[in-house]
T-cell receptor
Framework: DGGITQSPKYLFRKEGQNVTLSCEQN?????MYWYRQDPGQGLRLIYY???????QKGDIAEGYSVSREKKESFPLTVTSAQKNPTAFYLC?????????????FGPGTRLTVT | QQQVKQSPQSLIVQKGGISIINCAYE??????FPWYQQFPGKGPALLIA?????SEKKEGRFTISFNKSAKQFSLHIMDSQPGDSATYFC?????????????FGGGTRVLVKP
């Protein structure tokens, strides 16, 4: 089955710890994205990557870091510098530029930091 | 700065009724307007999308109306069903901009009563 997988579904961490969220896609998509969703709010873009070994900051990149060493993988690290890390994190991917507009979303990871 | 404003925040409709969700945007460079449907604990899924060269697009019970001069677009769900109960997000992007980033509205929680 083609799609986007995010693991784990639920993640709990203590304040001050870094945590890495996994995102893998087998759609052969070039572009990948990370969004954050807070209760009752829309999605806000954290980082995006259009090709391997390249990524750009989104609207709320502070306190987060990413890497794109492989086309199919785009892990997100939530660092201890992120002031309000508890949220629902969504990964998305999109096909070749200008040939596919749709962003496909993964099932999300709910991160709780206490 | 919220570039896409969505209303209402929540909506209750009887089975068989019409659900109407409105969005307004500010950036006239936006040229792609998708609507996403999200069920609790899941990632959003593309429902229907429109480009500004048409004023209306219909797919089954879902219709997008687009008013370029007013910078507004809306989603109509005809013959609403309990299975349509979900959160709906409008979004906008510039297809030829770097990253094809989506800007999301705040979401509308729709409840269809049987």
């Amino acid at each position: 089955d083609g799609g986007i997988t995010q693991s784990p579904k639920y993640l709990f961490r203590k304040e001050g710890q870094n945590v890495t969220l996994s995102c893998e896609q087998n759609l052969n998509h070039d572009a990948m994205y990370w969004y954050r969703q807070d209760p009752g709010q829309g999605l806000r873009l954290i980082y995006y990557s259009q090709i391997v070994n390249d990524f750009q900051k989104g609207d709320i990149a502070e306190g987060y870091s990413v890497s794109r060493e492989k086309k199919e993988s785009f892990p997100l690290t939530v660092t201890s510098a992120q002031k309000n890390p508890t949220a629902f994190y969504l990964c998305a991917s999109r096909g070749q530029a200008f040939s596919s507009y749709e962003q496909y979303f993964g099932p999300g990871t709910r991160l709780t930091v206490t | 700065q919220q570039q896409v404003k969505q209303s209402p925040q929540s909506l209750i409709v009887q089975k068989g009724g019409i659900s109407i969700i409105n969005c307004a945007y500010e950036n006239t460079a936006f040229d792609y307007f998708p609507w996403y449907q999200q069920f609790p604990g899941k990632g959003p899924a593309l429902l229907i999308a429109i480009r500004p060269d048409v004023s209306e697009k219909k797919e089954g019970r879902f219709t997008i109306s687009f008013n370029k001069s007013a910078k507004q677009f809306s989603l109509h769900i005809m013959d609403s069903q309990p299975g349509d109960s979900a959160t709906y997000f409008c979004a906008a992007s510039r297809l030829k901009a770097a990253g094809n980033k989506l800007t999301f509205g705040g979401g509308t929680r729709v409840l269809v009563k049987p």
